[in-house]
């Protein structure tokens, strides 16, 4: 009865809940009432564009998704899969007769079959572990895909004397391995992601891998199909070194495996040119720095040459497809928070399509989307803005088509706020920093507003003019909303995301206070009312901040870092976070890495400090929170510390997990205004 009554208290004493709100704005629920697009797969012909719709269902709390297309021409909108089930990785087949996708209709997760002139839908599997990255073979009657096989071990001991029928101690759990749990599937089972081949008819896989690598990405067939290309870290320090992979050849005939690229770094994406003559893949040379700009290259298959096509590009390239004809590419890339798609001929200058591809974060406004092309260039791509999620639009002879309209229902009848562009110097040291501002729906500026500044994660990683619906939430209940891409935020380059490599947390708390700073400056900022929050890299932030300003009414620190020591040998991740974004080991370089903690400053620390963090987050473990919590209740600091059952880093994966966390954010600023 204690925990149903503190609940029902956060959702009533919240302004959010309250019976008298006005419906015209953004409420909490309304969460299950948004929908977006993603996972674009286009027709050769341009004709028709098949996409994932995603939906919130209010009774399963969960993200569903079914199979849709749209028609170019009449824009008439019609399902291939319905249910509350995931139904994602559309992809259509050479001969566009068919379209595979991967579904967990059956309660686990196959890969189905849609026929597309008779509609028949057929699960064509029978695996015992979930499939990846569908690839079909060019003459559309096999598919490639990865999973992963369980190693048959068991534990070194075991106990004698145990009685028939006797109920012991469950056993002891040995572990051996360097990655022994993962963020958001919790610990692992020994064994490997191999690839594995099926006929589009159905049957049973057939395994084409079989050794102690993982094989996880998605493989590009020769254009004849006798060999295929794909991505791997088969080096012998695969552990230790998680972002050593390269291109290799396998011979289906023989099965025997050949390495096409061999350096220190990432070479990813394999693609083969339509001509069967080019392979294209995307990598970096390995400084182990926190960031490099990933790189275009093309490979002769005949000659071996190889090239990188964006040497002089200072940005990084993200999904990447071939034209056609084989003359050239089309890739995405962030810029400036936002994501473009060019065209980069193998010979020639590049050309700048469109920048206007929409996020499919939904949740806060990080870019990203995605985009395909047909034969004859056609171009689909989801479309998004401040003030919708993510939509299905075309590109054709440079003219961008709207395609569907999916929350015209659910936000036609809603004020939103709007979303403003904002560039500001650095107090540090004048850099350019770009930040955006989100005024509550009936902004008055000659009256005074609470301000929210939201810090993103990463912290390589960009916020941009993109829908977010904890921005939108917060902006509805009367706060002006600050964002921004401090220094070591992607889209702007090398150098400036270089600026916090091994110096993070550092100038980027005055990139954030010179925001802060400038909209106080505009006259409609109650500065007895300055909140801050933030997730994961932005609880980092939030806690550096609060440890070195007393100037903000409350903060909310949510899946933080506190202490980089303890992180590093916790985390998920840890060989990765050990080598890139340190000067080396935890007990080598002790004096760095406390320097950068924010338990470090918790002497410094007067703000009402709420921490809030998924029990099953691997990627900066709860331990991280309850470190800080139990160091500000011995400081004497009003703190509290919301655990969300169950979650992992990705909080707001479930909905009412994302009600959950902006409502409890709302109620503590609203419990610490003056």
Do not use: C
């Amino acid at each position: 009865m204690k925990q149903f009554l503190a609940l029902s208290f956060i959702f009533s004493a919240s302004h959010f809940a309250s019976a008298n709100d006005n419906t015209h704005t953004l409420q909490l629920q309304d969460i299950f009432n948004l929908e977006y697009a993603n996972q674009i797969d286009i027709t050769e012909d341009g004709k028709t564009v098949y996409f994932v719709r995603n939906r919130m269902d209010i009774k399963t709390d969960r993200k569903v998704g079914n199979i849709w297309s749209v028609d170019y021409n009449t824009e008439q909108l019609q399902p291939l899969t319905s249910g509350v089930f995931m139904d994602y990785s559309p992809v259509l087949s050479p001969d566009g007769q068919r379209l595979a996708f991967i579904s967990n209709r059956d309660g686990s997760n196959q890969i189905y079959m849609k026929w597309l002139k008779t509609g028949a839908v057929a699960k064509i599997s029978n695996l015992t572990n979930a499939p990846r990255s569908i690839t079909w073979s060019p003459n559309s009657k096999q598919l490639v895909f990865s999973m992963f096989v369980p190693e048959i071990s068991s534990p070194p001991v075991s106990l004698p004397g145990k009685p028939k029928g006797a109920s012991w101690a469950e056993p002891a759990k040995f572990i051996d391995d360097v990655y022994y749990r993962a963020d958001g599937s919790g610990y692992s089972q020994k064994g490997f992601n191999q690839l594995f081949t099926l006929n589009a008819n159905g049957g049973n896989a057939q395994q084409l891998t079989d050794d102690n690598f993982d094989y996880n990405g998605g493989v590009s067939f020769s254009k004849n199909g006798e060999s295929l290309y794909f991505s791997a870290n088969r080096h012998a320090e695969h552990a230790l070194k998680p972002t050593n992979s390269e291109v290799y050849q396998l011979n289906l005939s023989t099965l025997e495996i050949t390495p096409l690229t061999d350096r220190n770094g990432p070479d990813q994406q394999p693609q083969v040119s339509p001509n069967g003559q080019y392979l294209a893949y995307t990598g970096y040379d390995d400084k182990r720095t926190n960031y490099e700009n990933t790189q275009l290259y093309i490979r002769d298959l005949k000659t071996g040459d190889t090239q990188s096509l964006t040497s002089d590009f200072d940005r990084s390239v993200g999904q990447i497809k071939w034209s056609a004809n084989s003359k050239g590419l089309y890739f995405s890339y962030a810029d400036e928070g936002q994501t473009a798609l060019a065209y980069q001929p193998r010979s020639g200058k590049r050309k700048v399509i469109t920048e206007k591809i929409g996020s499919v974060a939904f949740g806060r406004p990080y870019s990203g989307g995605d985009f395909d092309i047909s034969e004859n260039g056609d171009i689909a791509f989801t479309l998004a803005d401040t003030q919708r999620p993510a939509d299905v639009a075309t590109i054709k002879r440079g003219s961008i088509k709207r395609l569907t309209d999916l929350n015209s229902d659910a936000l036609q009848t809603k004020q939103l706020a709007k979303v403003e562009e904002l560039w500001l110097k650095s107090s540090h040291d004048e850099l350019p920093i770009q930040a955006w501002v989100a005024y509550p729906p009936g902004f008055d500026k000659s009256k005074k507003y609470p301000l929210v500044l939201e810090i993103h994660g990463g912290p390589v990683a960009n916020y941009g003019p993109h829908f977010s619906a904890e921005v939108q939430l917060f902006a509805a209940k009367g706060n002006v909303v600050l964002y921004m891409n401090p220094r070591g935020s992607d889209s702007y380059g090398k150098e400036f995301a270089q600026t916090i490599h091994h110096n993070y947390p550092s100038s980027d708390y005055d990139d954030l206070m010179t925001g802060v700073d400038a909209l106080i400056d505009k006259g409609f900022i109650d500065e007895s009312k300055l909140f801050v929050t933030g997730g994961s890299g932005g609880g980092v932030l939030t806690a550096w901040i609060v440890g070195h300003t007393d100037r903000f009414a409350a903060a909310v620190v949510a899946k933080p870092v506190i202490n980089w020591i303890s992180f590093v040998l916790t985390a998920d991740f840890y060989p990765f976070f050990a080598d890139y974004w340190f000067p080396g080991k935890p007990w080598d370089h002790i004096e760095h890495y406390m320097k950068r903690s924010p338990i470090s400053y918790v002497g410094n620390v007067k703000t009402p400090t709420m921490l809030l963090t998924g029990e099953a987050d691997y990627r900066t473990p709860i331990s991280e929170t309850e470190q800080f919590y139990q160091a500000l209740k011995l400081q004497g600091v009003d703190t509290a510390m919301v655990r969300i059952p169950n979650a992992s880093h990705g909080i707001t994966s479930r909905p009412s997990n994302l009600m959950t966390k902006v409502a409890y954010i709302q109620w503590w600023f609203d419990k610490h205004s003056k």
